[in-house]
């Protein structure tokens, strides 16, 4: 016998037998259970396969289909996660603002017995020349605030106003060189103008060379001629310097509080100088 006749019988006969059990699967309960079983006995195997092979894909399409469902739940789950700790670090962020709001208006309150309440404001700019020295704040005059108004931090005088608008306000730092604030040493009570420089410190000018000063001697505000509060911190004396020729000394101070580490200061109304009468 011709071997591929042999082999095209026994693929016929296969593929018979596969037609006839997956036939069988779906005859009505109304074909007699003799018949069923006369029949199918023989192609039991292949109904065997066949059912197997039928739960196998049924249960690999839901396993996929779980699957699915899983990376979408999971994938929803990754974006609650993200948005709660973003609302949790905005929440904490909020939370330091207000404490260092409240800190800067405490240590004010503490040395300062005046019962004006000051306005306190959000540094939203800076200058960036420089040679300039300014800051810009969310303060203008909807909020009370006016040109001379004095601007610091907690005890610490950082400038005044020098331009305002109705909602926000130039000011002039003490580290500006067109800044001049009367001030007295704290050991000595002798007296200067404070000035700014170029590369963010100051110099106490006017001070009699004969008088004693040491280095990290504390610099304050002397509030003569109104224009500033007495008695503000400015800062600290880091150099003296002293030159024969020159009647006064060198003082070189280094402002109290970085304006680039602050976020929030306050702003007070200026003093209003009585006219003394003739």
């Known amino acids: 016998m011709n071997p591929d006749f ?10 018979i037998l596969v037609i006839i059990s997956i036939s069988l ?8 259970n003799n018949i069923k079983v006369t029949v199918a006995s023989p192609l039991a195997p292949v109904q065997k396969i066949i059912s197997q092979t039928s739960d196998f894909v049924k249960n690999r399409f839901k396993k996929l289909a779980s699957f699915a469902s899983n990376a979408e739940m999971n994938e929803e789950l990754e974006k609650e996660v993200f948005l709660l700790k973003n609302k949790i670090v905005k929440q904490q962020n909020d939370i ?8 800067v208006v405490s240590e004010f309150k503490k040395n300062n017995e005046s019962d004006e309440k000051p306005i306190i404001a959000d540094i939203i700019g800076y200058d960036v020349s420089n040679f300039r020295k300014s ?14 108004d004095i601007v610091v931090f907690g005890n610490t005088l950082m400038g005044r106003i020098s331009a305002i608008g109705r ?4 000011v002039i730092l003490i580290t500006d060189p067109a800044s001049n604030v009367p001030s007295r040493l704290l ?13 963010g ?6 001070v009699p060379r004969q008088t004693e000063i040491n280095e990290s001697d504390k610099v ?32 070189k101070i280094k402002p109290r509080v970085a304006i680039s580490k602050i976020e929030h200061v306050l702003v007070i109304k200026k003093q209003k100088v009585e006219n003394i009468p003739r």
């Open 135 to 148: 800051i810009i704040i969310d303060v203008g005059t909807k909020q009370g605030a006016s040109v001379g």
């Open 220 to 251: 304050i505000s002397s509030g003569i001629g109104g224009a500033f509060p007495k008695s503000l911190y400015i800062g600290d004396v880091i150099e003296v310097k002293q030159k024969n020729a020159k009647l006064f000394k060198d003082i």
């Open 96 to 103: 330091n603002v207000y404490k260092q709001k409240l800190d």
């Open 187 to 199: 050991e000595s009570r002798t007296q200067g103008i404070v000035q700014g420089t170029a590369d």
């Open 167 to 170: 909602s926000s306000g130039r």
């Open 25 to 32: 699967l779906t005859i009505p309960a109304s074909i007699t």
């Open 201 to 206: 410190t100051c110099i106490m000018k006017y």
């Open 6 to 15: 042999g082999r095209s019988i026994k693929s016929s006969i296969i593929y």
